[in-house]
């Protein structure tokens, strides 16, 4: 099974900082098979980023992705209160499909 | 508009079995996977496995295989999970979502069922 080991675990930040997100692959994926997703408390959780870079439906344009290989982040150009949340990465590569550990993201 | 609709709430006692179930809407139910995701309270996801509804073909994750049954009814657009001999590491929320067959990403998911073990 690919482990996804995500970095940080949490975050604080302050509103309008910029903060990002790493996830470390154990085998190399393929960069169309690597996504994000923002969770909420008592929420499912939603698709930010699909295919390491591209942004899902009504993402603003202060969440991106980048990276290839065995290497990605996940970046917020400017938090806002409304993006406090965990975030995770998942492969879509290989079966077993796996996600991160989590990445929860707190305001100042 | 997709819609997956899941079965609500659950309390069950330790050594018994419970099927949830999923309703799809708003699109060819069997032209997607539907996928099943486990999280424990205050926990990460865990992919369980998917089914193909178009043939009933599954893959599980290999802790899932011999606690988790996938099954589908094209006639009623329905997916079901149905977990076995449970334990209290079972109690969790579970999600059913669906991904296209060649890419596995989620954009649409269940509202999750929780399942609490409990004599």
């Known amino acids: 099974a690919i482990v996804l080991n995500q970095s940080p675990s949490s975050i604080v930040a302050s509103q309008g900082e910029k903060v990002t997100i790493t996830c470390r692959a154990s085998?190399?994926?393929?960069?169309?098979?690597l996504h994000w997703y923002q969770q909420k408390p008592g929420a499912f959780p939603k698709l930010v980023i699909y295919?390491?870079?591209y942004r899902a439906s009504g993402i603003p344009s202060r969440f991106s992705g980048s990276g290839s290989g065995t290497s990605y982040s996940f970046t917020i150009s400017r938090v806002e209160a409304e993006d406090v949340a965990t975030y995770y990465c998942?492969?879509?590569?290989?079966?077993?499909?796996?996600f991160g550990s989590g990445t929860k993201l707190e305001i100042k | 508009e997709v819609l997956l609709q899941q079965s609500g709430a659950e309390l069950v006692r330790p050594g018994s079995s419970v099927k949830i179930s999923c309703k799809a809407s708003?699109?060819?139910?069997?032209?997607?996977?539907m996928h099943w995701v486990k999280q424990r309270p205050e926990q990460g996801l865990v992919w369980i496995g998917r089914?193909?509804?178009?043939?009933?073909?599954?893959v599980y994750a290999e802790k899932f295989k011999s606690k988790a049954t996938l099954t589908a009814d094209k006639s009623s657009n329905t997916a079901y999970m149905q977990l076995s001999s449970l334990t209290s590491e079972d109690t969790a929320t579970y999600f059913c979502?669906?991904?296209?067959?060649?890419?596995?990403?989620?954009?649409?998911w269940g509202q999750g069922t929780l399942v609490t073990v409990s004599s």
């Open positions: 295919s390491t870079s």
């Open positions: 998942q492969q879509g590569s290989s079966n077993p499909l796996t």
């Open positions: 089914i193909n509804p178009a043939n009933g073909n599954t």
């Open positions: 085998s190399s994926i393929s960069s169309n098979y």
């Open positions: 708003g699109y060819t139910f069997t032209d997607y996977y």
């Open positions: 979502t669906r991904s296209t067959l060649s890419h596995r990403w989620f954009a649409y």
